[in-house]
């Protein structure tokens, strides 16, 4: 069956996402309430029961609202590194100690027949990270919440057959829109989000011959647009490629709705 993923709901009001395999089946963040990341499972054909577990990447709400809840109804172990949990074990409730799982970065963990790296991204949270996912041959990236994309992150999200990168915000509508100074600062800075041209600049240097599909994630509901981010992510890729160079297609995420599952092989 090889590696499957769907992204229940993606953007600066809430994320999650299910990555699938013939065995082992995760989620990664819990940033929507309990119900809607049951009732968004149920739309693609699943149900929380199956989870082996749930990842995290960082503290913040849009990534842990419905955690507590999830995880303790289900009896789901939690996945973080420490830094991460001494951030979020007040914000979540009660979870039973054998359900608090240390995951450190960098560390590779099995779930069935799924392997699953962290890696550090630089990000105003306790010790972010971002996740691929390997299977066999297939790799799977979650490039989210980059303040700016590093040689390193580069370094682990290139040749990925799927990428899902953050396309957080347009610079300008940013500029202009109605956050206090200080907020947009912050979101602009190298421990913010990455914008559409930063994230058009990098995809550059991470796509190969193997990458199929890019997903804009992330996006800002108030300086953001779908359109708009697939317009200057392409420019930006279009204005460095040659003519003959491979082009990975881009796709889009939603905050409101899930994607389509998506395979990573072409069977």
């Keep these: ?21 013939d065995e082992g ?16 499972m149920q739309e693609r054909g699943m149900s929380p029961q199956e ?6 990447t960082h503290e913040h709400a849009d990534h842990i609202k ?8 289900y009896d789901l172990p939690i996945y973080a590194n420490e830094k991460t949990w001494e951030a979020l074990d007040k914000q979540i409730g009660e979870i039973a100690e054998a359900n608090k799982c240390v995951m450190q970065t960098g560390e590779i963990r099995e779930f069935g027949s799924l392997q699953i790296e962290s890696y550090a991204i630089s990000h105003d949270a306790a010790e972010p990270v971002g996740y691929c996912f390997y299977h066999g041959e297939e790799k799977l990236s979650l490039a ?44 602009l800075s190298d421990v913010g989000h990455l914008s559409n041209e930063a994230a058009g600049s ?13 997903y804009l994630a992330h996006l800002s509901r108030d300086h953001n647009m ?40 072409e069977e």
């Design 1 to 21: 069956m090889g590696m499957r993923f769907c992204m229940l709901g993606s953007g600066s009001t809430g994320n999650a996402m299910v990555v699938a395999a």
């Design 25 to 40: 089946k995760v989620l990664i963040d819990a940033g929507l309430s309990a119900k809607k990341v049951e009732q968004l």
């Design 51 to 56: 989870l082996d577990a749930i990842l995290v």
């Design 66 to 73: 419905g955690l507590g809840a999830i995880a303790r109804k």
């Design 144 to 187: 989210t919440d980059l303040g700016y994309m590093s040689s390193k992150v580069k370094e682990k999200i290139e040749d990925s057959d799927v990428l899902i990168l953050e396309a957080n915000h347009d610079i300008e509508m940013l500029r202009m829109g109605r956050y206090p100074w200080n907020i947009k600062r912050r979101i």
């Design 202 to 214: 990098g995809l550059v240097d991470v796509v190969t011959a193997k990458t199929k599909r890019v």
């Design 226 to 265: 779908m359109d708009l981010a697939r317009l200057t992510v392409n420019n930006m890729v279009e204005e460095r490629l040659e003519p003959d160079d491979h082009r990975a297609k881009l796709m889009d995420t939603y905050h409101d709705r899930p994607t389509a599952w998506d395979r990573l092989s």
